[in-house]
């Protein structure tokens, strides 16, 4: 029989090949990464050639870990390329989509996990905050280009500043639902004040400064510094230099992480903006991205295959579906009425909630930190709406953003036609 360790060093080459390839091969394809890693993992993991069998619940620190990691250089990369520069109104889609949009999908799961599917109130708040924000892991094919490369209209904007902002701002109701599990599944007075003070208030903040703060210092020293920049060097390992630095400071702060990543990153961004050197850290941030992000998905196919969704019943199925096809359609419509934005871009940004690595490391988080019951029922109803987030934005995602795009050059040459 086939040496397991040979066959895993088998495996990891092909990954790594495909990790170059396939987004080439698949760019014109209604057929994303995604898919493809989530079905060698469950051929791979289904044969019995793999004595290892994925499982979240048996390696719940290890999941936490690794989705962790697959985030935050995800979140690096997101904010590096980012063209557009902050402001209230140049980013009134990514707040609108923040603060209205994102509460309004944690309030509607939590409903429909209490009174749907009968779950507590710690639980269903759990599965509200890991399944309202966006991924921007696997949100690459609707996002904005590699810097210098422009923002490609609204949507892709939109898209992008959403998943690199609401992975940091749905940390608090993740909090929130640890604290309501370790108070006995209710929420008084007392435990909301600490919640406000110090889960949104102080960490949030901490996340933000800290995060501007290291930004700016590695701008300076990587773009203005009198001798020896960083950018000198050309090295994009920069980048997970810059990602793991902001992240640990801001986690040793007691704020959050994920925030200040990406807040780190749009700060490098402002110190010098036209840089080529933005170019190196973002391809390397991203080929370590999509590495991880084909391990994770093929882990995750081998869970699929070792039995992650069998507890499934129909009402989680419904309310997997009702999640993806209504409830986030809905809410981002919401957010986004008054926006200066056309019907199509809203409607494509308010359909294109796409979920994935972000709601694995939430959940595996709050589980880990908290005590609820029902582990295996909550990886099952999670491990669904990915796989059926994967499945619908992986399959109409190119068509979708392809007809968009060339919507706005047309509008674009009409409008550049017009002017006098």
Not at 177 to 189: E, I, K, L, S
Not at 272 to 298: I, T
Not at 381 to 398: D, E, K, P, Y
Request: net charge neutral.
């Amino acid at each position: 029989m086939f040496d397991p360790y040979l066959l895993f060093l088998l495996g990891l080459g092909v990954v790594v090949l495909l990790v170059a390839w396939l987004p080439m091969a698949l760019s014109r394809l209604p057929l994303s990464l995604a898919i493809l890693c989530v079905l060698i993992g469950v051929v791979a993991f289904h044969g019995g050639a793999l004595s290892f069998r994925p499982d979240p619940v048996r390696f719940s620190t290890l999941t936490e870990r690794l989705t962790e990691i697959v985030v935050i250089v995800s979140l690096m990369g997101a904010g590096l390329k980012i063209d557009r520069r902050l402001g209230w109104r140049r980013w009134s889609s990514a707040w609108r989509l923040i603060a209205v949009t994102m509460p309004l999908s944690i309030l509607a799961v939590t409903l429909m996990g209490v009174h749907g599917l009968g779950l507590g109130l710690a639980s269903a708040l759990l599965l509200g905050a890991a399944l309202a924000p966006t991924d921007p892991v696997l949100a690459s094919d609707v996002q904005v280009g590699p810097p210098r490369a422009g923002d490609h209209g609204e949507t892709r904007f939109a898209l992008t500043a959403e998943a690199g902002l609401n992975d940091g701002f749905a940390f608090p109701f993740v909090h929130l639902a640890v604290a309501v599990a370790v108070a006995g599944g209710t929420a008084n007075g007392g435990l909301l004040t600490h919640w406000l003070g110090v889960d949104v208030l102080w960490r949030v903040a901490a996340g933000i400064g800290v995060g501007w703060a290291v930004g700016r210092v590695l701008g300076w020293a990587t773009f203005k510094a009198p001798h020896a920049r960083i950018s000198g060097t050309g090295d994009g390992l920069v980048a997970l230099g810059a990602t793991l630095i902001a992240y640990g400071v801001a986690e040793a702060a007691h704020g959050y992480g994920f925030l200040a990543v990406f807040v780190s990153a749009l700060a490098l961004r402002e110190t010098e903006r036209d840089h080529a050197f933005h170019e190196a850290m973002h391809d390397f941030a991203e080929q370590v991205e999509h590495l991880l992000m084909m391990l994770v998905l093929v882990l995750l196919g081998g869970a699929v295959a070792g039995g992650l969704l069998d507890s499934l019943t129909w009402r989680e199925i419904a309310f997997g579906l009702v999640l993806v096809f209504v409830v986030r359609p809905l809410a981002g419509w919401i957010g986004l009425i008054g926006a200066p934005h056309s019907r199509r871009e809203r409607a494509l940004v308010a359909f294109f909630g796409i979920r994935g690595i972000g709601s694995f490391y939430y959940l595996a988080y709050g589980l880990n930190h908290g005590e609820f019951h029902n582990w295996g029922r909550l990886w099952a109803i999670t491990g669904f709406v990915v796989l059926c987030s994967i499945l619908v934005h992986g399959v109409t995602a190119t068509p979708l953003m392809a007809r968009i795009d060339a919507w706005r050059s047309r509008a674009d040459a009409f409008r550049d036609k017009s002017q006098p």
